[in-house]
C-alpha cells in the first residue's frame, strides 16, 4: 500500500517545482489577444503534452538521457536558454510585431514556451525521475504519476480563467504585466543556467 506521506510529498514537490498558479499569468502573457476557445485549446494541449513528456521521464529519463550522453545540468541550461529567447520576445513586444506581418496567423506556444520548458521544465523532469526512483513498486510509480496528472489539471483549471483575468485587467494593464513577467522570466531563465553550470560544477 502506498503511504500516504509519499503521496504527498510528490504532491508538493511537483506543485512547487510546475507552479501552475504562477504559471497563470505567464500563459495571460503568453496567448494575450486571443480568443477564449483558442486559449482552452493552447492550455489543453499544453497539459497534454507536458503530461506525455514527464511521465516519459518518469519511466525512461534518466535511461534516455545516459543514453544519449547528455546531462541534467546541459539539460538545464539549454531550457534556460530558450526560456530566455522568449523572455526577449515578452520585454520587446516581438510577438506583436510578428502577428502584424502574419495577419489570419494565431500564434500557438502551447508546445513551446508552455508545455516545455514553463510546465514540463527540467526541474519537473528531474523531479519525477527523483520521485520514482524512490518508489519500490509499480504502485507507487503509478500513484507519482497520477499526483503529476492532478497537478497539471489544476494548472488547466486556473488557465481557463485567464480570459475573465485579462478582461479584469485590461489592455494597459496586461501590457504592464507582460513587461513585468517577461523580466521575470529573464530571471527564470537565468537561474535555469546557474543551476545548470553549478550542477556541472561550472561554478
Known amino acids: 500500500m502506498i503511504e500516504t506521506a509519499v503521496l504527498v510529498s510528490a504532491f508538493v514537490t511537483l506543485f512547487v517545482v510546475i507552479d501552475p498558479i504562477g504559471l497563470t499569468p505567464l500563459f495571460i502573457a503568453l496567448t494575450r489577444g486571443s480568443t477564449p476557445a483558442h486559449r482552452r485549446m493552447v492550455g489543453l494541449r ?87 526512483g524512490e518508489t519500490t513498486s509499480w504502485g507507487g510509480v503509478l500513484a ?17 480563467v485567464a480570459t475573465p483575468l485579462e478582461r479584469a485587467l485590461g489592455p494597459t494593464g496586461t501590457m504592464v504585466v507582460t513587461r513585468l513577467l517577461g523580466m521575470l522570466l529573464a530571471a527564470l531563465s537565468v537561474q535555469f543556467v546557474l543551476n545548470g553550470a553549478q550542477g556541472a560544477g561550472i561554478i
Do not use: K
Not at 545516459?66 to 546541459?74: F, K, L, Q
Not at 513586444?93 to 500564434?107: F, I, N, S
Open 144 to 160: 507519482v504519476h497520477l499526483v503529476m496528472l492532478a497537478v497539471l489539471a489544476i494548472a488547466f483549471a486556473l488557465f481557463l
Open 46 to 132: 499544453a497539459c497534454l503534452i507536458a503530461a506525455v513528456l514527464l511521465t516519459a521521464f518518469g519511466l525512461v529519463g534518466e535511461t534516455i538521457l545516459t543514453a544519449i550522453g547528455i546531462t541534467m545540468p546541459a539539460f538545464q541550461i539549454a531550457g534556460g536558454i530558450l526560456l530566455f529567447l522568449t523572455a526577449l520576445d515578452m520585454l520587446f513586444e516581438r510577438r506583436t510585431q510578428r502577428r502584424a506581418g502574419h495577419a489570419g496567423v494565431v500564434p500557438d506556444p502551447s508546445v513551446f514556451p508552455l508545455a516545455m520548458p514553463l510546465i514540463a521544465g527540467p526541474g519537473a523532469m528531474a523531479s519525477m525521475i527523483l520521485l520514482v
